[in-house]
């Protein structure tokens, strides 16, 4: 006889347990076990059957992994959670006796862990037992730069000290500085809900949100504690990434601090990098020339024996080329790069390889940006420094930091501006003042020699890693489409880059022209309305009947064609066609309440109409085989190609409707245009 199995000793009931019986084994209160679930990663699960894993009559709605609460037990921040614990009682204890000074210094030895020399907790080793590796910690990075970046903008409240504000500001500055220095940065984009960074470190892409910078409204409803959680560990988890990355390309961490400087919004500028690199970073930047003493040259003899190396390996390097122009020859020389095609129709579309030989990291290299004062400075400044950009101004209000505040330098050559036209205002004593910049320029005026552009143009220019033409984003230009670069175009899909015609369908097409046509004939018939009214005082006098008499006799001498029962047939059918349209196109008038579409008359349309029942055939005749190819699949397969059948029809009923969308507004503007 085998043994007897008792209730709750196996299965579901020992692999899980409840969220309550959890808390009593470890002994902490709820909060504290968020927290510690939270830190930890542990987060509720499913069994299959809840009403064995409860063990009770009443329906559990939490349950956890038996093994995970197990595992609790040896965390070393329960017993800083039990001190914590402990300390509260001690204050509740000491005012119920009505102690108020051994309270009062029980609460400020707690909250001065710095002056008893005991922190409270850290969460130092969860980092470590969390992110065994490096790569563990930058694929978890994502959500960790969302948050930091959306608590750094958040208003100080008594849930979000002001303290926790400006650690995650500066944390944020501090991987801003490396991804500035290490041109980290790949692409970026703005969206409604912010701007969309995407960065590469170490072969990893990490994609984060920085809201925009508006004053935030901070609501009721949403759970700062819990959320506070998150951004103690994700504190500690950026200040040991950004160690790492410091370290790896040899600045010293962390960088110094100015606090004078960020009180005076310096932001970028008030830190100020430490390390080799960093020396190498500030010798190449531009230096004033100076009428000081000659450089010393080099030591004759070293320079002799190089110059002897030199002529050396250039008699090697003629030799060499000697052989592979004989090679060259044989094969003629093209100047096409390869293009990179799908090997399959309707398979991914590759990155095709360009002439450019420009680095994208060093894009604005060679520029000097001046910010006017209506721009967003920081994403603007953040990102110009991380395509290689090194001299950027921009007005004095808009903080320190900046490479010149004098918007008539001459040796700014862009500057972005986001205000519409100058607007010349006159004043009574004869000054003009405009809208457009914050020095006292004459009205209309601009610089020279200096390009003007809207901020789109420098998230354009990244994604697309070359500088787009700036005629296109010029103040007061209607501004192209601002395109995700993270939404790969899929074959057949509609693409707001490619001309309309190349991508709507047959059918699309066939309506177009026909609403065209419509267009052209009611403009006709109005002006041939307006034109009779005009012309009816000098309109000429009617033939007689005699001569009309006679163009009827000489019409008729044509020849007739074909025999009257061949006559009679094709009538009928045509007939019978002509008043099914009709009958067709009312009940079309009689359901939309719009009058009754006249039959073309002119070769065109009949064209088009033989067009359209040709089109119409060929999509009845592709439905009825689509139906018989259905029906040899079994019903399990049937099934699965009706929900993909339905999801491809979902998608292009979508693509429709953005083609009609841009087929509209392409239309207005060329109306506006005539």
Same mark, same amino acid.
């Given at each position: 006889?085998?043994?007897?199995?008792?209730? #709750?000793?196996?299965?579901?009931?020992?692999?899980?347990?409840?969220?309550?019986?959890?808390?009593?084994?470890?002994?902490?209160?709820l909060?504290?076990?968020?927290?510690?679930?939270?830190?930890?990663?542990?987060?509720?699960?499913?069994?299959?059957?809840?009403?064995?894993?409860?063990?009770?009559?009443?329906?559990?709605?939490?349950?956890?992994?038996?093994k995970?609460?197990?595992?609790?037990?040896?965390?070393?921040?329960?017993?800083?959670?039990?001190?914590q614990?402990?300390?509260?009682?001690?204050?509740?204890?000491?005012?119920?006796?009505?102690d108020?000074?051994d309270?009062?210094?029980?609460?400020r030895n707690?909250?001065?862990?710095?002056?008893?020399?005991?922190?409270r907790?850290?969460?130092?080793h969860?980092?470590?037992?969390?992110?065994?590796?490096?790569?563990?910690?930058?694929r978890?990075?994502?959500?960790?730069?969302?948050?930091?970046?959306?608590?750094?903008?958040?208003?100080?409240?008594?849930?979000?000290p002001?303290?926790?504000?400006?650690?995650?500001?500066?944390?944020?500055?501090?991987?801003?500085?490396?991804?500035?220095?290490?041109?980290?940065?790949?692409?970026?984009?703005?969206?409604?809900?912010?701007?969309?960074?995407?960065?590469?470190?170490?072969?990893?892409?990490?994609l984060?949100?920085?809201?925009?910078?508006?004053?935030?409204?901070?609501?009721?409803?949403?759970?700062?504690?819990?959320m506070?959680?998150?951004v103690?560990?994700?504190m500690?988890?950026?200040?040991?990434?950004?160690?790492?990355?410091?370290?790896?390309?040899?600045?010293?961490?962390?960088?110094?601090?100015?606090?004078?400087?960020?009180?005076?919004?310096?932001?970028?500028?008030?830190?100020?990098?430490?390390?080799?690199?960093?020396?190498?970073?500030?010798?190449?930047?531009?230096?004033?020339?100076?009428?000081?003493?000659?450089?010393?040259?080099?030591?004759?003899?070293?320079?002799?024996?190089?110059?002897?190396?030199i002529?050396?390996?250039?008699?090697?390097?003629?030799?060499?080329d000697?052989?592979?122009?004989?090679?060259?020859?044989?094969?003629?020389?093209?100047?096409?790069?390869?293009?990179?095609?799908p090997?399959?129709?309707?398979?991914?579309?590759?990155?095709?390889?360009?002439?450019?030989?420009?680095?994208?990291?060093?894009?604005?290299?060679?520029?000097?940006?001046?910010?006017?004062?209506?721009?967003?400075?920081?994403?603007?400044?953040?990102?110009?420094?991380?395509?290689?950009?090194?001299?950027?101004?921009?007005?004095?209000?808009?903080?320190?930091?900046?490479?010149?505040?004098?918007?008539?330098?001459?040796?700014?050559?862009?500057?972005?501006?986001?205000?519409?036209?100058?607007?010349?205002?006159?004043?009574?004593?004869?000054?003009?003042?405009?809208?457009?910049?914050?020095?006292?320029?004459?009205?209309?005026?601009?610089?020279? #020699?200096?390009?003007?552009?809207?901020?789109?143009?420098?998230?354009?220019?990244?994604?697309?890693g070359?500088?787009?033409?700036?005629?296109?984003?010029?103040?007061?230009?209607?501004?192209?489409?601002?395109?995700?670069?993270?939404?790969?175009?899929?074959?057949?899909?509609?693409?707001?880059t490619?001309?309309?015609?190349?991508?709507?369908?047959? #059918?699309?097409?066939?309506?177009?022209?026909?609403?065209?046509?419509?267009?052209?004939?009611?403009?006709?018939?109005?002006?041939a309305?307006?034109?009779?009214?005009?012309?009816?005082?000098?309109?000429?006098?009617?033939?007689?009947d005699?001569?009309?008499?006679?163009?009827?006799?000489?019409?008729?001498?044509?020849?007739?064609?074909?025999?009257?029962?061949?006559?009679?047939?094709?009538e009928?059918?045509?007939?019978?066609?002509?008043?099914?349209?009709?009958?067709?196109?009312?009940?079309?008038?009689?359901?939309?309440?719009?009058?009754?579409?006249?039959?073309?008359?002119?070769?065109?349309?009949?064209?088009?109409?033989?067009a359209?029942?040709?089109?119409?055939?060929?999509?009845?005749?592709?439905a009825?085989e689509?139906?018989?190819?259905?029906?040899?699949?079994?019903?399990?397969?049937?099934?699965?190609?009706?929900?993909?059948?339905?999801?491809n029809?979902?998608?292009?009923?979508?693509?429709?409707?953005?083609?009609?969308k841009?087929?509209?507004?392409?239309?207005?503007?060329?109306?506006?245009?005539?």
């Open positions: 006889m085998g043994r007897i199995k008792k209730k #709750g000793e196996a299965g579901n009931a020992k692999n899980y347990i409840t969220r309550t019986q959890a808390v009593k084994k470890l002994q902490i209160s909060p504290d076990f968020r927290k510690l679930c939270i830190w930890k990663g542990i987060f509720p699960r499913e069994p299959r059957n809840r009403k064995k894993a409860s063990k009770s009559s009443t329906a559990s709605t939490t349950f956890y992994y038996a995970d609460i197990q595992y609790l037990l040896h965390e070393p921040l329960l017993q800083k959670f039990r001190e614990k402990a300390l509260e009682k001690k204050i509740s204890r000491a005012l119920g006796r009505g108020v000074t309270a009062s210094r029980l609460e707690a909250a001065r862990p710095e002056k008893t020399g005991k922190p907790y850290t969460l130092d969860v980092i470590r037992e969390r992110y065994p590796t490096f790569v563990d910690a930058l978890d990075l994502d959500d960790c730069l969302s948050m930091l970046f959306l608590f750094a903008n958040l208003p100080s409240t008594s849930t979000v002001a303290k926790m504000i400006a650690r995650c500001e500066r944390l944020c500055l501090e991987f801003q500085h490396y991804l500035i220095v290490s041109q980290s940065l790949r692409k970026s984009f703005l969206s409604i809900k912010g701007i969309y960074y995407q960065a590469n470190i170490q072969g990893e892409d990490i984060w949100l920085v809201p925009y910078k508006f004053n935030q409204r901070v609501v009721g409803d949403v759970d700062f504690r819990i506070g959680t998150f103690e560990f994700y500690t988890l950026l200040g040991f990434v950004n160690f790492r990355l410091y370290t790896s390309i040899g600045l010293k961490y962390p960088p110094k601090f100015d606090q004078a400087k960020d009180e005076q919004a310096g932001e970028l500028g008030a830190f100020k990098l430490e390390g080799n690199l960093a020396n190498a970073i500030s010798d190449e930047a531009p230096k004033q020339l100076t009428n000081g003493s000659e450089e010393t040259g080099p030591d004759p003899k070293t320079q002799a024996e190089v110059n002897k190396l002529r050396e390996m250039r008699e090697v390097d003629v030799d060499g000697k052989a592979e122009n004989e090679a060259e020859k044989e094969e003629p020389a093209t100047d096409a790069i390869d293009k990179f095609e090997a399959a129709p309707g398979g991914d579309v590759l990155p095709q390889p360009s002439y450019s030989g420009n680095e994208p990291e060093s894009l604005f290299a060679n520029c000097t940006f001046y910010l006017s004062r209506e721009t967003p400075r920081q994403p603007l400044e953040f990102i110009l420094r991380a395509f290689g950009c090194k001299r950027i101004g921009w007005d004095a209000t808009l903080g320190e930091g900046a490479y010149t505040t004098n918007e008539r330098d001459p040796s700014i050559t862009h500057q972005i501006v986001d205000r519409p036209v100058i607007q010349a205002a006159m004043n009574e004593e004869g000054d003009g003042e405009d809208n457009q910049t914050a020095q006292k320029l004459a009205p209309n005026q601009r610089m020279p #020699g200096r390009i003007y552009v809207q901020p789109q143009w420098v998230w354009d220019s990244i994604n697309d070359e500088m787009k033409r700036p005629d296109l984003y010029a103040p007061g230009a209607q501004l192209p489409p601002h395109l995700s670069p993270f939404v790969q175009n899929t074959q057949g899909a509609y693409d707001p490619i001309p309309l015609e190349e991508q709507q369908t047959e #059918g699309e097409a066939l309506e177009d022209s026909e609403e065209e046509v419509d267009e052209d004939e009611e403009g006709g018939d109005d002006l309305v307006k034109q009779i009214e005009n012309g009816a005082d000098s309109m000429d006098i009617a033939r007689s005699d001569e009309e008499d006679e163009d009827e006799d000489g019409g008729n001498d044509s020849f007739g064609g074909f025999s009257e029962d061949e006559k009679e047939a094709n009928s059918e045509d007939d019978e066609q002509a008043a099914e349209l009709q009958y067709q196109r009312e009940l079309e008038a009689e359901l939309t309440g719009k009058p009754i579409k006249q039959t073309p008359s002119n070769p065109q349309s009949k064209a088009k109409a033989e359209r029942k040709k089109l119409a055939k060929a999509a009845k005749e592709e009825e689509l139906e018989r190819a259905k029906g040899m699949l079994s019903k399990k397969k049937r099934k699965l190609f009706e929900q993909m059948q339905y999801t029809n979902k998608k292009s009923a979508e693509d429709q409707k953005l083609r009609a841009r087929r509209k507004l392409e239309k207005q503007k060329a109306k506006a245009k005539a």
